[in-house]
T-cell receptor, first 116, second 116 residues
């Protein structure tokens, strides 16, 4: 999973600030998924993107959260006006263009967001 | 609503013995299941998977069993090694919509400790 790069690894934000989390998928992968892991919980699906398209954002909070995956560059998960409850580990996963259900997504190392 | 449940938060096993991690699910539309291993400060790493048309899949020391009628799956690790100590997550995919993408629903995880 070292091929999926997330940065920063750790991010500290004060309440009310914006957080930007970046995910560069593995080479040749055009599908990106974002997951959030709250303390003592499993990973929860947030959003699924392909290049320039949001395919499924059913797990995204309705407000303050947005995601994009531009034609060039990494996928960005943006959290506006962060609150303490946003503190979590955010994981990105990527899978190849010919992805099928039998193909396993590869995860990055995650970004640990701490809101103070 | 927790559609994938790992009811044992932790499991402790002696090196060389068998580790059995359990997972239950409630959504009958899940048709593909995966196990991931996660070390602290790293992303989940895929271990083994099983399709709902099978009841067993084996890969080296790892075997996954699926009991569809009971909506239960288990991961067997034999023999267990100290390096297996990690958090293990089961995950499920609902591909009934034919979208064939990797949106995963995770359990809460089980911390496995293998003692030398």
């Amino acid at each position: 999973n070292a091929g999926v790069m997330q940065n920063p690894r750790h991010l500290v934000r004060r309440r009310g600030q914006e957080a930007r989390l970046r995910c560069s998928p593995m080479k040749g992968h055009s599908h990106v998924y974002w997951y959030r892991q709250l303390p003592e919980e499993g990973l929860k699906f947030m959003v699924y993107l392909q290049k320039e398209n949001i395919i499924d954002e059913s797990g995204m909070p309705k407000e303050r959260f947005s995601a994009e995956f531009p034609k060039e560059g990494p996928s960005i998960l943006r959290i506006q006006q962060v609150v303490r409850g946003d503190s979590a580990a955010y994981f990105c996963a990527s899978s190849p263009r010919t992805h099928t259900v039998a193909t396993e997504a590869f995860f990055g190392q995650g970004t640990r967001l701490t809101v103070v | 609503d927790q559609q994938v449940k790992q009811n044992s938060p932790s499991l402790s096993v002696q090196e060389g013995r068998i580790s059995i991690l359990n997972c239950d699910y409630t959504n009958s539309m899940f048709d593909y299941f995966l196990w991931y291993k996660k070390y602290p400060a790293e992303g989940p790493t895929f271990l083994i998977s099983i399709s709902s048309i099978k009841d067993k899949n084996e890969d080296g020391r790892f075997t996954v069993f699926l009991n569809k009628s009971a909506k239960h799956l288990s991961l067997h690790i034999v023999p267990s090694q100290p390096g297996d100590s990690a958090v293990y997550f089961c995950a499920a995919i609902d591909n009934a919509g034919g979208t064939s993408y990797g949106k995963l629903t995770f359990g809460q995880g089980t911390i496995l400790t293998v003692h030398p």
